[in-house]
């Protein structure tokens, strides 16, 4: 069945640096959506891709979408506080699969 | 416009017991999903109802079941609860779970095991 990983598990980094998280799917996508869930929360859905090589920004965040529609990536450009929480990355499948998240912890 | 709801916000069982838990979805979405979330497993996919009909279902053993009432409100039901069944356990909504559709989740039943 489709399998979809996400690194790091966890990553803590200093208020103000850059933060990436990777997401690698064993099949082929044919779209692709990132939630984020805040400690304590749910998971919220931020966005959905759908071309190859997509490239969307909200603020400071980027998402890519990679050519073969197999990975996909969150940047954040210089992390506040409230970006604290775990993202994850999800693919289509009727079940929509999430991958295991990227924990995010800012340090002020 | 209300969000997905889900009750109990909190449950503590025992070992052997059952339990059900309730999701409300949005209004006018008939898609309801259950996801199972814990701290090394992440999110993993229990069941997907429509219309009151389940079309998809994660590997999750029978003891896990659940059903879909008309006014697409949502039931799960773990019987002979395991302590391995403590989890967050979160519904989600849609219109119709089409593969491009964004889920909108519930604040969850936190479910402990003792």
């Known amino acids: 069945g489709q399998q979809v990983m996400q690194i790091p598990q966890y990553q803590h980094v200093q208020e103000g640096e850059d933060f990436t998280t990777y997401c690698n799917s064993s099949t082929t996508l044919s779209n692709i959506q990132w939630y984020k869930q805040r400690p304590g929360g749910h998971p919220v859905f931020l966005i959905q891709l759908v071309k190859s090589g997509e490239v969307k920004k909200q603020k400071r965040l980027t998402f890519q979408f990679g050519e073969a529609k197999k990975n996909s990536s969150l940047h954040i450009t210089a992390t506040q506080t409230t970006d604290v929480g775990t993202y994850f990355c999800?693919?289509?499948?009727?079940?929509?699969?999430f991958g295991s998240g990227t924990q995010l912890t800012v340090l002020p | 416009k209300a969000g997905v709801t889900q009750t109990p916000r909190y449950l503590i069982k025992t070992r052997g017991q059952q339990v059900t838990l309730s999701c409300s979805p949005i209004?006018?979405?008939?898609?309801v999903s259950w996801y199972q979330q814990t701290p090394g497993q992440g999110l993993q996919f229990l069941f997907e109802y429509f219309s009151e009909t389940q079309r998809n279902k994660g590997n999750f053993p029978g003891r896990f079941s659940g059903r879909q009432f008309s006014n697409s409100r949502s039931e799960m039901n773990v019987s002979t609860l395991e302590l391995g069944d403590s989890a967050l356990y979160l519904c989600?909504?849609?219109?119709?779970?089409?593969?491009?559709?964004?889920?909108?989740f519930g604040s969850g039943t936190q479910l402990s095991v003792l």
């Open positions: 999800a693919g289509p499948a009727r079940q929509l699969t």
């Open positions: 989600a909504s849609s219109f119709q779970h089409a593969t491009n559709e964004k889920l909108f």
């Open positions: 209004s006018g979405h008939r898609s």
